[in-house]
């Protein structure tokens, strides 16, 4: 855990895959901002644990509306990784476990697209 700017406390893993958190200092990992985590992630509750707090990513699946920590999603063998964008920086991809193990089915025949969500 590390300390944020704004006096809370956040996991390295989540301040590199969730999306609008950034590190000052990403050698040396310090400086965890969270200045512009809509207030939605940390409002969700995460599906897997059932407890509301902490930052949530939603399912990467456009229609899907599950949410999870990204620690929990790690512990349940979830597909979370990031992937570099076209147009900018990375892509935060992460599926429940129903779109996981869809992911894992059709990522062999190349026919999942990933489109980050706006």
Same mark, same amino acid.
């Given at each position: 855990?590390? $300390?944020?700017?704004?006096? #809370?406390?956040?996991? %390295?893993? /989540?301040?590199?895959?969730?999306?609008?958190?950034?590190? &000052?200092?990403?050698?040396?990992?310090?400086?965890?901002?969270?200045?512009? %985590? $809509?207030?939605?992630?940390? &409002?969700?509750?995460?599906?897997?644990?059932? %407890? #509301?707090?902490?930052?949530?990513?939603?399912?990467?699946?456009?229609? /899907?509306?599950?949410?999870?920590? *990204?620690?929990?999603?790690?512990?349940?063998?979830?597909?979370? &990784?990031?992937?570099?964008?076209?147009?900018?920086?990375?892509?935060?991809?992460? *599926? /429940?476990?129903?779109?996981?193990?869809?992911?894992? #089915? =059709? =990522?062999?025949?190349?026919?999942?697209? %990933?489109?980050?969500?706006?």
């Amino acid at each position: 855990m590390k $300390p944020t700017k704004d006096g #809370r406390l956040a996991h %390295i893993t /989540c301040s590199l895959f969730v999306p609008e958190v950034y590190l &000052e200092d990403p050698e040396g990992r310090e400086g965890v901002c969270c200045s512009e %985590i $809509p207030s939605k992630r940390w &409002e969700d509750g995460c599906y897997l644990c059932k %407890i #509301r707090g902490g930052c949530v990513i939603e399912c990467s699946e456009m229609k /899907c509306e599950l949410a999870f920590h *990204f620690t929990c999603g790690l512990k349940e063998d979830l597909c979370v &990784e990031c992937r570099e964008g076209k147009k900018s920086g990375g892509i935060v991809v992460g *599926f /429940c476990d129903e779109h996981t193990k869809l992911w894992e #089915r =059709q =990522q062999e025949s190349g026919k999942y697209k %990933i489109v980050a969500r706006n």
